[in-house]
């Protein structure tokens, strides 16, 4: 009878020390994958919280665009890798409207990104790859394209004309 005692005893203290080593490993489990995790979700949200760089570069002197004329002008991206080469060059389409007042549309097709081409006679953007095309004012007149095509705000600075870049938003399928 004693020993049966003994031995529930020795049972019950053999169970409680399972329960605590479990709950001891648990608890070490959660706190390595807490560690693991942080970097990791780190690393991927990082990009979405940083903010887009946006940079005025000069695209042309004032005296170089008659009113109404449309030019294809190129630019250094906004935030061009130190080894991004001719990569980091991007283009835009730039009208002047008036005597101090400009338009800059994206050279990319909002459908997959192609350089679209301006077309004088018949006053329309076209892009070659699937046949989209755009108004004079960057509206899609037909096509696959799914919007306008970006426009990137425009200032004139000791006679020179200045493009705010930024990095041009491509539709995703
Ligand atoms: S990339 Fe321009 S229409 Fe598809």
């Known amino acids: ?14 169970e409680n020390k399972r329960r605590f080593l479990i709950k001891v490993s648990l608890v070490l489990s959660a ?61 835009a389409w730039l009208r002047r409207d008036s005597a101090s007042m400009f338009t800059a549309f994206s050279a990319n097709c909002t459908h997959l990104g192609c350089p679209v081409r301006w077309e004088e006679g018949a006053q329309l ?12 004012d960057g509206t899609v007149a037909s096509g696959p394209p799914p919007k306008a095509l970006v426009q990137y705000p425009v200032r004139i600075n000791k006679q020179q004309i200045e493009i705010q870049t930024a990095p041009v938003p491509i539709t995703t399928l």
């Open 1 to 14: 009878m004693t020993e049966n005692k003994i031995d529930e005893t020795q049972q019950g203290a053999d």
């Open 31 to 91: 706190l390595s994958a807490f560690a693991v995790g942080i970097p990791v979700v780190s690393a991927l949200l990082a990009p979405l919280l940083e903010k887009a760089p946006e940079v005025w570069r000069k695209v042309a002197d004032l005296d170089d665009f008659a009113i109404g004329a449309v030019k294809l002008v190129t630019f250094k991206n906004a935030d061009p890798e130190a080894w991004a080469g001719i990569t980091a060059q991007s283009a």
């Open 125 to 136: 953007f076209m892009c070659p790859c699937h046949g989209g095309v755009y108004y004079k």
